[in-house]
């Protein structure tokens, strides 16, 4: 009984959102962002045109939440991808094209706090068993810094 306890207790304290900035040990990378969610994603896919990284889709989960009745605060997607580096990840190991093209998620919490989150290449690099490409994962996780945290940058 007492080791059920423990389990159950272990799985609520590690369920939630995560209120660091850095990597966690799920790959995710949280950035807190002053901005509104659509204006968080506006300024990212901006940013992300300027450098000619292609815009696959931007998805908004709220929408189709409400079309379904289930109330869900502002959490909207962009997937995005530039093949010159995203592509040398398939050629170490095609699987990783689960995890490819990129995806930034930004979402408001229960405290109306905004966040912008996104995989960390290393994570994906991992997760793949990539381990010939650290110079590519290197410059993903450079641009993918640089690029949210002007997204997030108060001016």
Do not use: C
Request: aromatic share 6%.
């Amino acid at each position: 009984m007492k080791y059920l306890l423990l389990v159950v207790a272990l799985l609520f304290s590690s369920h939630g959102a995560s209120a660091s900035t850095g990597a966690q040990d799920n790959g995710l990378i949280n950035k807190k962002s002053p901005h509104s969610v659509g204006q968080t994603l506006d300024r990212l896919e901006a940013l992300l045109n300027k450098k000619g990284i292609t815009i696959v889709t931007r998805w908004k989960h709220h929408d189709g939440a409400k079309k379904a009745g289930i109330p869900l605060r502002a959490t909207e997607l962009l997937i995005f991808g530039n093949p010159k580096l995203g592509s040398h990840f398939f050629t170490s190991n095609q699987l990783a094209g689960i995890d490819l093209p990129m995806k930034a998620l930004a979402w408001e919490d229960a405290e109306g706090q905004v966040w912008l989150s996104y995989n960390d290449p290393a994570f994906i690099a991992k997760r793949h068993q990539i381990q010939d490409r650290a110079e590519i994962v290197s410059k993903m996780t450079n641009a993918l810094d640089k690029l949210t945290n002007a997204a997030i940058a108060a001016k």
